[in-house]
């Protein structure tokens, strides 16, 4: 993809970001028709699907050629990641968005023959755009995010992760992730993993750890990080499968390593 096109979807995206958060903006207190997928707390709304709904057929429309990949079922099946494919979370947060009415966001990245070109993540509520295109550096609304610094001592690092991984669970020994969680200086859970990877970029917290995502959940934070240094990777530190469901390790490199090396390859079953 060169500059030009990369250019021009990226202001189509952005407008239509724009428009999707707008409208719920508009709709937020209106009452919720809520359904639930896997289980009893994996919650959907009308909102996530008129959302992807939305961005969708603008795509479809715009850019005939073009893939989706996206959690509500307006995407397309797809088994590789050829041509350009945008990865779509049209609310990430569903749970905040349900009962918080905030901490949610819009999450669109756009990948060309499996590189990550844009990245989009939309704070709705707070109206704060995190964008990257490839090359080109990562934003917060205007303003150019810098470098993360790779000088962090690890016991003033905070390290975003969700309790799963210190209840017993088929994954890691927990008594690992239970030092870890003592041997930084805090530990935060935000319930939108979109958010968690724009903070990341934004240097306020130095690691997200997840036992599971879909793309649609990092795809977008993927080039984003990217952007200002940080890295990311399964937990065991493998390249991403940009189509299936993964653990997921970001964050500034210099922490990252000390977290893989010294605690999840320890704590691994
Ligand atoms: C969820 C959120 C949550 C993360 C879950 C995701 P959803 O996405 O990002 O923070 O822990 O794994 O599924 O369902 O709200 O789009
Ligand atoms: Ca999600
Ligand atoms: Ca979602």
């Known amino acids: 993809m060169n500059k030009a096109q990369r250019d021009m979807i990226f202001s189509q995206a952005t407008k239509w970001i724009y428009e999707a958060g707008e409208q719920i903006r508009k709709q937020i207190h209106n009452p919720l028709t809520i359904d639930t997928k896997s289980n009893a707390n994996d919650l959907v709304t009308e909102m996530d699907r008129s959302t992807e709904a939305f961005l969708a057929n603008n795509i479809k429309?715009?850019?005939?050629?073009?893939?989706?990949?996206?959690?509500?079922?307006?995407?397309?099946?797809?088994?590789?990641?050829?041509?350009?494919?945008?990865?779509?979370?049209?609310?990430?947060?569903?749970?905040?968005?349900?009962?918080?009415?905030?901490?949610?966001?819009?999450?669109?990245?756009?990948?060309?023959?499996?590189?990550?070109e844009i990245g989009l993540i939309y704070n709705v509520m707070e109206d704060v755009l995190y964008s990257a295109k490839r090359g080109e550096g990562a934003y917060k609304n205007n303003k150019k995010?810098?470098?993360?610094?790779?000088?962090?001592?690890?016991?003033?690092?905070?390290v975003s992760m969700n309790h799963f991984w210190l209840c017993e669970n088929r994954l890691v020994d927990e008594k690992w992730m239970q030092k870890l969680v003592k041997d930084v200086r805090g530990s935060r859970t935000y319930g939108s993993a979109a958010l968690e990877f724009a903070f990341v970029?934004?240097?306020?917290?130095?690691?997200?750890?997840?036992?599971?995502?879909?793309p649609w959940d990092y795809a977008a934070g993927m080039v984003i990080i990217n952007e200002v240094g940080g890295v990311t990777t399964t937990i065991d530190g493998?390249?991403?499968?940009?189509?299936?469901?993964?653990?997921?390790a970001s964050g500034n490199p210099c922490i990252q390593e000390k977290i893989i090396a010294n605690y999840i390859k320890k704590a691994r079953k």
């Open 201 to 214: 970029a934004e240097g306020i917290i130095d690691s997200y750890l997840t036992l599971s995502l879909s």
């Open 238 to 248: 493998d390249p991403l499968d940009m189509l299936s469901k993964t653990s997921v």
């Open 61 to 116: 429309s715009t850019f005939t050629d073009h893939f989706i990949l996206s959690e509500e079922g307006y995407g397309d099946q797809l088994d590789s990641m050829n041509g350009i494919v945008w990865i779509i979370d049209p609310i990430d947060g569903t749970m905040n968005f349900v009962h918080q009415k905030r901490n949610f966001a819009i999450s669109i990245g756009i990948f060309n023959n499996g590189i990550g």
């Open 145 to 158: 995010l810098p470098q993360l610094h790779h000088d962090i001592l690890f016991q003033e690092a905070i």
